[in-house]
């Protein structure tokens, strides 16, 4: 997902904290790292991810992003980063919550269950979709909490939470998405890419 | 057991102000080194033992002819490597394998010091450790690092030298001794105490050593370093060379023998009221009280790059309270890293071959090298 860390890459100023929540083994910061003059912390929740991270030199924590964001201070960070997770948790409400706590500005990305070929699986064979982003079967995906990109914007809007950037990425081609725009890109984007603020 | 040959050490001149209120001058401090200084003088690593540990980190101890207590992680081609980089370890002062401490003389009364030895604290040992980096003319040490008693030197340390170490590694350790930590060491030491030839800890100067006491110490400590599951997969009920019971109070199982073994191979190493006197340090250890009940400020303003590094079945320095570390570094924005290793060998895992441990520890290292950044 080059692109993807290409456009989050955008979103953020040098000379900045960063930190991602939920950096897997480290592909994400070791990009902005090169890219962006920037000091980048992570947290994970997989040990052998970190045991990997750390091996690269990227500071990096073990825990888990419901619990341990409580360490960090209030605004800490300049941007936090929470590139396709937000599904995975128990708890996404206070996730976000804790994101804009910690971070000034939160990065949120979320692979879109509006995409027209999830839609077309469920309704054509009757059965949980499974995508090129969303490989897992029902009974096994970490994904707990599937959202679309105009859930997230009802989500922002209710809770207060400002959009100051939101992108449809589709394949290689990324788009900015505005209101009017809105139910064509939750149709054809397969993520959406937030800048929130609080 | 001081006098051998093999022994390096300093004799440090400065005086050096105890946390008791005592001060002591001219005093020896026994170092080894692995590896070599570079030019730039960038590459050195200073690494803290453990309690029942000495300055013979790796190869052949010529003490006790068996391999360093972190061999499995210092040497050539290693976590640490010796090729690599300058590795300095420093038997710490209360110890008995040459640096000052009760099993010395007293040069006032020209009797062992025994428990007339003053009180020493973990603080007193960084500080008198601190004297390596004006000796072999270090500006910044490129890592500090250490498990269990060494972790509360590495923390310490970093406190009290804030910019003397590029990279700070404490592995299972924690920032103050636990009620169950004093516990253990307090019957460590009233096993000793217990001991008729302890004799108010004047054994040395009449020829007398109480070894059953400090074998049970070792025993009950052993019990400590490693976990119930890797005791109960290494030993379960296995009979020690029987086929069943003998009805009596002999070693009939495996882990009884195993563990009167540890016990007395530990008395020929070690001197029971340097047991004394470390144990007391460690339980006076407290990081958070030292700074007005605030962890992180042990740590303001410091730019040194932590990694913590804890093991899920260590139950002695368990992960929350490494974790602790962490969250009070976290506190104050330091660039600290953290991981827990998967692991039955409970405390031990530190010294063992613990590979993912390793294996981390050595591309962390290499990675936080300023020349290979």
């Known amino acids: ?198 | 057991m001081n006098k051998n040959l093999n022994i390096k050490s300093l004799i440090i001149d400065k005086p050096l102000k105890l946390d008791c209120g005592q001060t002591i001058v001219n005093f020896p401090l026994a170092y080894e080194t692995y590896g070599s200084l570079n030019e730039k003088k960038d590459n050195a690593i200073l690494v803290f033992h453990a309690l029942t540990g000495d300055q013979f980190v790796s190869g052949l101890n010529p003490i006790t002819k068996k391999d360093g207590w972190w061999s499995y992680a210092v040497g050539s081609g290693k976590a640490i490597d010796t090729d690599k980089y300058f590795i300095i370890c420093a038997n710490v002062i209360g110890g008995c394998l040459g640096s000052l401490g009760p099993s010395n003389i007293n040069p006032d009364t020209n009797k062992i010091y025994g428990t007339t030895f003053p009180i020493i604290t973990i603080n007193d040992m960084v500080n008198a450790q601190y004297n390596l980096l004006e000796f072999f003319k270090i500006e910044k040490l490129f890592a500090v690092i250490g498990g269990s008693m060494g972790g509360m030197q590495v923390l310490q340390f970093v406190s009290n030298f804030p910019n003397k170490a590029e990279v700070a590694i404490p592995i299972a350790t924690t920032s103050n001794h636990s009620a169950q930590n004093i516990a253990f060491n307090e019957l460590g030491r009233q096993s000793i105490m217990a001991d008729t030839n302890w004799l108010s800890g004047d054994y040395s100067n009449q020829n007398k050593n109480p070894n059953k006491g400090l074998s049970v110490a070792r025993m009950a400590a052993h019990i400590t370093y490693l976990s119930k599951n890797g005791l109960q997969e290494k030993f379960g009920r296995k009979l020690q060379e029987r086929d069943d019971l003998k009805f009596s109070f002999d070693a009939d199982f495996q882990i009884e023998s195993y563990l009167r073994y540890q016990g007395s191979v530990f008395v020929d190493r070690f001197d029971a009221n340097s047991y004394l006197y470390i144990t007391r340090a460690m339980d006076y250890f407290d990081l958070i009280k030292q700074h007005g009940g605030n962890l992180s400020n042990a740590f303001t303003d410091t730019k040194t790059k932590f990694l913590v590094i804890s093991f899920t079945s260590d139950w002695l320095y368990p992960t929350s309270e490494n974790k602790e570390i962490v969250i009070a570094l976290n506190a104050i924005g330091a660039d600290v890293g953290f991981v827990e290793i998967e692991s039955d060998k409970g405390h031990d895992s530190f010294l063992l071959n613990t590979p993912k441990f390793l294996d981390t520890l050595k591309d962390f290292i290499n990675t936080s090298y300023p020349k290979n950044k």
């Not at chain 1, 360490?71 to 980063?81: A, L, M, T, Y």
């Open chain 1, 1 to 198: 997902m080059k692109t993807e860390f290409k456009l989050i890459a955008d979103l953020i100023e040098t000379s900045t904290r960063v930190l991602d929540v939920g950096c897997g083994d480290g592909t994400l910061m070791e990009f902005l790292k090169d890219n962006k003059e920037i000091d980048i912390r992570g947290i994970e929740i997989s040990k052998n991810n970190v045991q990997q991270c750390i091996g690269k030199g990227l500071t990096v924590i073990e825990g888990d992003a419901e619990q341990d964001l409580s360490q960090f201070p209030d605004g800490s960070f300049d941007f936090v980063i929470l590139s396709q997770t937000l599904q995975a948790f128990l708890n996404p409400e206070k996730v976000i919550s804790e994101l804009l706590r910690v971070g000034k500005k939160a990065i949120v990305t979320i692979p879109n269950f509006g995409y027209w070929k999830v839609r077309l699986h469920l309704l054509m064979k009757g059965t949980m979709p499974v995508t090129r982003t969303l490989p897992d079967e029902w009974y096994n995906t970490p994904n707990l909490h599937m959202c679309t990109i105009k859930d997230f914007f009802t989500f922002c809007e209710n809770r207060k939470i400002n959009i100051y950037k939101s992108i449809a990425l589709q394949n290689l081609k990324s788009s900015k998405i505005t209101d009017t725009n809105l139910a064509l890109k939750n149709l054809t984007a397969v993520l959406g890419i937030f800048l929130i603020e609080k």
